[in-house]
């Protein structure tokens, strides 16, 4: 009964709480905690190295002579008109008169056997069609929804006409169609030019309605290409079509017609042009481009050479290195090549 | 005649106080018991944001970083119609996506807050109802006032800081815990002062007014005087306890709350841990100012070479059917201004499509990155401290990767190298060296028929045993008395009374905040001089088996410019004498010297003898005063105790007034543990390429002796020492030092591969001592320029006697020179400074409570465990990270430059083939995942070869995974692998039907594909999650890829699908890949055999060793 200890006995055992053995906060072991998850670790020894570059080598020349091969079997023909087919100087102004006679013939002589479908394109030069001005000028609304019609405020100046009424296509797109034809004769035979199924089909059933009809297309002051039938819903235009899907590069090649009919060599053919098309106001070309298809589309020998030299690079990288490793051995896991051992 | 000679006897004059107070014009008076509205209430908030504030505050506080507002600035930039690149919605998405996740996870995190706060505030405390008469009724803790009174009764939390008036202990004792505020979990003791107590005990009631300093956030520190009953009684940081803190072991206590809510010391100390940036985040600069320099070179000369392409064709735009200047229907141009107009326009837009090549997303990746590679390290196990629970700690998430360059480790030593847990070994008592410990079982007392037994027993000297127990009419035998009278009197140490499983026995617990001092009061209970109570008051001591009372007449603190303590006791016998123990460099000058001189020699012969032991040492001594000294004293004293403000500074003199004359009594040694593994994680971190300095307030001796046992110091280094009283010696030593290392020097070979310190090669190893005297005459002056060169030559440091600010200066000697990363560890308050001030501060859990680890980077329970976490996670960091940064340039500059070739051939106008929602997804989707997973999966090489090889960690060192090389490298790579991406297919395609959304598939695609595939080769290690998240995002590429061609608005409707069903795309991409790779696969390889870093043979090392164990287990079975 000491007064001098009054708190002495009811000091309980506080200060040890944090010492209980159950509340560990030790982390779980685990394989992921650990980071000890299985793993797989490539080195890139010699036999990898060369093997690598000698697989890549021996898959892709046979690949280059395939490709070059097919490239080959292609059969082209390609006639550039612009200036032929203008027989004045003044070509802008020629081309803008509507009522000069625009018909040119061209004739050409077939090297080798074509076999159908033959593909005649028509091929033009320096028209950006991947023009930041020209690409956004269309409204695909439009030309699905009749309810959209008057969705032409991403297609001026080619959006209304002057009193206010939407041009259906709109935009620059749809305006600048092109606008030259081809007849075809073989041998002087006229031959039919097929010009369906050209556009894709997901183009045709679902980016172009089929009630909708062309309206005041082409009636501004500034004609850019063709005119469209206004009784032929869109999604029967393919051309149109084929043309509004523009091409990635300035000089492209698109769909004008099939010829199913095999043309034999030496055989003469004569395209009457109508040379409708106004390439000449920003000095570009056009050319008609006749062809056979393979496996790798069209006449085409760069994918060959690049598969060849790429395959040869890589069987040669493969003796190259066979080589060095013959010349310089190097101990694999040597810890004498560590940096301060050496 | 002192500065406090007595001048009016009677109470401590109120109007100087007062006055003092008013001077300072800053104090807040406080009536007990009437809860005043002038002051905060007590609720708090953490919550940053109420519903209505959220939307503005948080897209404030988000647009304080910069790189978001270079985000709103594009998206701006892209909603000017003559501008826009993208649709607007597209160009909105990726910043309202980042703007939108950074915002719930803000929301998410501020709920909890709001839950927490209302829980706090919604919590109960019994709180004195005005106008009754001790009626105390539960109040929630947000409606208490300050000067409210407050019940809290044991094991609850304080609701807010208040002095304390009364509790349950007749003398005004308590005890709280402040866990919640420093992380220090042993006891503090505090005390209401014996007026309140009294007058409580008294009527049940207290009145009074209290003025005390305004708010602050000195947890240490507090200054207040209460008038009661027309005295002015003193209140220090003793009587004060605040919010957060719990009471422990008292029945009840009673307070007035003084601060309140926001004014909490707890809640204005509530700031977040440390903000650092970085090495490799601020070298990243120096590329972003680069990769800046080329998007504006690349708008520049997409803008200019559109302005020609104008100008050549100017004449033709009107007819021209893709350009269509004229509006025919306005008669006006349509959407040109002429070509300087045309030019800028595109320059805008240029920055617009090329902006990506700066990649904002970067910063988020790395944010991501750091928090999986934190998560990776707390749960490692290897960094789990068993004796103290503890798991290694993040507390700064940004500079995970500098663990992974560190050059220079700067460690305290008490508690950081040592375990800090103090044994009593020897003394030396008047000339007398007591040395020959045997362990034995240490003495009991008996109280009230029960058995207290100290918690631990000290080896115990039978001499001095002998001496104590038979004789104490012998002199020599009093002064022994004295001795430990001295030990067990002269500290703040509190015992505790546990019970045991035996009723019988109670284990005696002190408490202490010094680990010396509960060394010093268990020594002299082993000898039976057994410290049994501490009031604010007095102590009780069981000297011998009988019980004696000392009252605590006066307490003067240690402090670290006086480096000793002292107390003034009231002795049973009337006497009142002055016991102080310190350090001997502080004790020796204020000892008696001409009185025994043979006495102090002595002692100081031991107490050589017991440093270069590795010993800490402490001396102790005493004064008798007489009557008219210690009046003297005491009225200064008290003055100087009810002063509220520049009280410190009084006291200090106060204390060295009256300790002088001093008697020595002798000396204690005490043995400092050396923690688990600390001499070979030294030396793996020196293997490593790390110099290890050790700054210490220890002794010279103590500090070579600990030295020496931790290996830093071996028997052949060449040592230099600098321990000088002046300028002029410590610049001749620093001289003489100089050329000592240039002797070094020219021995040393020249032509080594790495920079090899001058010391290492020639043979001999310099160490440097410095004393903090001397770093006196040194940091801040010319002098720090000749410590650089001499430290820098040496291969071990040690500082000696470093007070705290010192432990910066020397940090900072090195940070400020030098390029290298320093690293400072430490566990008490005294390396805060060095850790906030080192590139990376790692705190240590220890025995020195929280301050340390508030202040740190990086917490973790054991030196040894800096091994693990440089060496194996620092080194990880670091590899991954900078490969991180260096391929996020890398990608997205490929993909910038695929744009940019396209644009050479759409007359300059920046169409992009890829559409512009791959555009945007390339950063957000295509690309970024893997290199996330990447950052905080792969491991170069695994912790045991790491670690088996130390000098692995050189490659962070040598910024092996992150220079301008290595940028201009990938820089290239990029260019080589966008040439391929863009230029294959457009030879293959040139005068095709291709469309431009076809093209652009493949585009996008292939680039997508070239940058996996070249994170792909670069990933060392492949787990399954690796695995699904490289070959997923192509999978989700491709995915995506249909599901735009497949939204039939858009004008790539179907280009997709028809492009894949072409034999061509798939030659294409096939032959795309492979040569973009081809390069960076050739050089891998040349590299990887030829020029072998050493990372690459410690793989192949892992790899062999791997295959040799299989190959001997498979000839086991044979």
Known sequence: ?342 | PGPFRPSRRDQPDPSASERELHEGGEYRAVAVGEPSPEFAGNAVRTAKYSALTFLPRNLFEQFRRLSYVYFLAITVLNQLPQVAVFGRGASVLPLAFVLFVTAVKDAYEDIRRHRSDRRENNRLAAVLAPQTAGEYLPKKWKHIRVGDVVRVASNETLPADMVLLATSDPTGLAHVQTVNLDGETNLKTRYAKQETQLSFSHDGHVAGMLHCERPNRNIYGFQANLEIDGKRVSLGPSNIVLRGCELKNTTWAIGVVVYAGKETKVMLNNSGPPSKRSRLETQLNRETVILSIMLIGMCITASVLAGIWLLNHQRELEFTQFFREKDYTTGKNYNYYGIGMQIFVTFLMAVIVYQVIIPISLYISMELVRLGQAYFMGADNDLYDESSRSRFQCRALNINEDLGQIKYVFSDKTGTLTENKMEFMCASIHGVDYSSGKPACGSSVVVDDLLWTPKMAVRTDPQLLKLLNNDSSNEEAKLVLEFFLALAACNTIVPLVLDTRDPKQKLIDYQGESPDEQALAYAAASYGIVLVERTSGYVVIDVLGDRQRFDILGLHEFDSDRKRMSVIVGCPDKTVKLYVKGADSSMFGIINKSLELDNVRATEAHLHKYSSLGLRTLVVGMRELSQPEFEEWQLAYEKASTAVLGRGNLLRSIAANVECNIHILGASGIEDKLQDGVPEAIESLRQAGMKVWILTGDKQETAISIGYSCKLLTNDMTQIVINNNSKESCKRSLEEALARTKEHRVASSIGSPYPVLASESSGTVLALIVDGNSLVYILETELQEELFKVATECSVVLCCRVAPLQKAGIVALIKNRTDDMTLAIGDGANDVSMIQMADVGVGINGQEGGQAVMASDFSMGQFRFLVPLLLVHGHWNYQRMGYMILYNFYKNATFVLVLFWYVLYTSFTLTTAITEWSSLLYTVLYTSLPTIVVGILDKDLSKSTLLAYPKLYGSGQRNEKYNLNLFVLNMLEALWQSLVVFYIPYFAYRQSTIGMSSLGDLWALASVIVVNMQLAMDIIRWNWIIHVFVWGTIAATVICLFVIDSIWVLPGYGAIYHIMGQGLFWLLLLIIVVTAMVPHFAIKAFSEHFVPSDIQIGREIEKFEALNQVLSVDSYYQ
């Open chain 1, 1 to 342: 009964g000491d007064p001098g200890l009054p708190s002495s006995a009811m000091y309980p055992l506080e200060m040890e709480g944090n010492s209980n053995p159950k509340t560990t906060n030790k982390p779980k072991y685990s394989k992921f905690t650990q980071q000890e998850l299985p793993a797989c670790k490539p080195l890139l020894t010699p036999e990898i190295v060369i093997a690598a570059f000698a697989l890549i080598g021996a898959l892709f020349v046979p690949i280059g002579l395939a490709s070059l091969h097919a490239s080959r079997q292609v059969v082209e023909l390609v006639h550039r008109y612009d200036a032929s087919c203008v027989p004045v100087d003044d070509k802008v102004g020629f081309i803008q008169n509507s009522r000069t006679d625009k018909t040119c013939t061209v004739t050409m002589t077939v090297p080798k056997y074509m076999k159908s479908p033959i593909h005649v394109y028509y091929l033009i030069d320096g028209f950006y069609q991947n023009h930041r001005r020209y690409v956004r000028s269309r409204s695909d609304k439009q030309l699905r929804y009749k309810s959209a019609a008057h969705l032409t405020s991403d297609c001026v100046p080619e959006g209304d006409t002057a009193d206010h009424a939407p041009i259906v296509p709109c935009g620059l797109v749809a305006w600048s169609l092109f606008n030259d034809t081809y007849t075809v004769r073989v041998n002087g035979v006229v031959t039919q030019v097929n010009k369906k199924d050209i556009a894709w089909k997901s183009d045709k059933n679902n980016k172009f309605g089929k009630n909708i009809y062309p309206s005041n297309f082409q009636k501004g002051r500034l004609i850019g290409g063709a005119t469209l039938n206004e009784s032929i819903p869109l999604s029967e235009q393919e051309d149109l079509i084929v043309w509004m899907r523009t091409a990635a590069l300035p000089t492209f090649r698109k769909l004008y017609g099939r010829i199913e009919k095999d043309i034999n060599a030496n055989d003469n053919v004569t395209v009457v042009i109508q040379n409708n098309y106004n390439t000449y106001s920003f000095g570009g070309s056009k050319a008609l481009v006749l062809s056979t298809a393979s496996w790798i589309g069209g006449k085409n020998n760069f994918i060959g050479i690049a598969y060849l030299t790429i395959g040869g690079l890589c069987l040669s990288l493969a003796m190259g290195f066979l080589v060095l490793y013959m010349v310089k051995r190097r101990n694999f896991g040597d810890p004498s090549n560590l940096s301060w051992n050496r």
